[in-house]
């Protein structure tokens, strides 16, 4: 069964960082594209980054630009998202999600990920 589990998440002061985790199995890793969603109370889901594990190409939401950084470890069949400089507005539970396409390239297009790990809370205070 293709499983992606989340973790990493958090309660860290505004300007903190943390690094969260997503380990997969049940499918050849690096034919794939991983990509990682928040949803805030009331928000509707929202994607934040993505990586494509085939052929190394990176998406950021503008909203994460410049803090946050996408990576693999493919020995690990795990992909990580190190957020840095992290702002109350910050504050949801991440998701990483597997888009079973061709794996060229990724979007954060909610739509386009069929497997979904369990979320892990971030709380960022100000």
């Known amino acids: 069964d293709v499983q992606l589990q989340a973790s990493g998440g958090g309660l860290v002061q505004a300007g903190g960082s943390l690094r969260l985790s997503c380990a997969a199995s049940g499918f050849t890793f690096d034919d794939f594209a991983i990509g990682w969603f928040r949803q805030a109370p009331g928000k509707e889901r929202e994607g934040v980054s993505c990586i494509s594990v085939k052929d190394g190409n990176t998406y950021y939401a503008d909203s994460v630009k410049g803090r946050f950084t996408i990576s693999t470890d493919n020995a690990r069949n795990t992909v990580y998202v190190q957020m840095d400089s992290l702002k109350p507005e910050d504050t949801a539970v991440y998701y990483c999600?597997?888009?079973?396409?061709?794996?060229?390239?990724?979007?954060?297009?909610?739509?386009?990920?069929?497997?979904w790990g369990q979320g892990t809370q971030v709380t960022v205070s100000s």
């Open positions: 999600a597997v888009d079973p396409g061709p794996g060229y390239g990724c979007a954060v297009q909610p739509s386009v990920y069929d497997t």
